[in-house]
């Protein structure tokens, strides 16, 4: 079992910057791709970003089209956390943003591909 707790959630006004926290526990979070995803109100769960298992080969980081270039990906595997930074924030990226992981060598952008998630953190852009 593995157990996923985000922080780091907040108010920003658009333009700012913020940086999500996920820290595991349990099973091996090293052997774990890690997903990173956003849902608002009313509207269903989106894939933003993920990342590959570390000393993968690849190593790769995935975004979604929203994210690609405002917000990195990355892992300490040391600590057992993935982080993701958020610059340039607008006030569409207002959700509450999940931390996945799943039982696989590769990532993956479907959220039903992802067996652990953490409770959430709320991220509110204000314009």
């Known amino acids: 079992q593995v157990q996923l707790v985000e922080s780091g959630g907040g108010l920003v006004q658009a333009g700012g910057s913020l940086r999500l926290s996920c820290a595991a526990s349990g099973r091996a979070f090293y052997t774990f791709p890690m997903g990173w995803f956003r849902q608002a109100p009313g509207k269903e769960r989106e894939f933003v970003a993920a990342l590959n298992i570390a000393g993968n080969a690849q190593n790769s980081q995935y975004y979604s089209e929203s994210a690609n270039g405002r917000f990195t990906v990355s892992r300490d595997d040391a600590k057992n956390t993935v982080y993701l930074k958020m610059n340039s924030l607008k006030p569409e990226d207002t959700a509450v943003y999940y931390c996945?992981?799943?039982?696989?060598?590769?990532?993956?952008?479907?959220?039903?591909?992802?067996?652990?998630w953490g409770q959430g953190t709320q991220v509110t852009v204000s314009s």
């Open positions: 996945a992981g799943r039982i696989s060598p590769k990532h993956s952008t479907d959220y039903d591909d992802y067996g652990f």
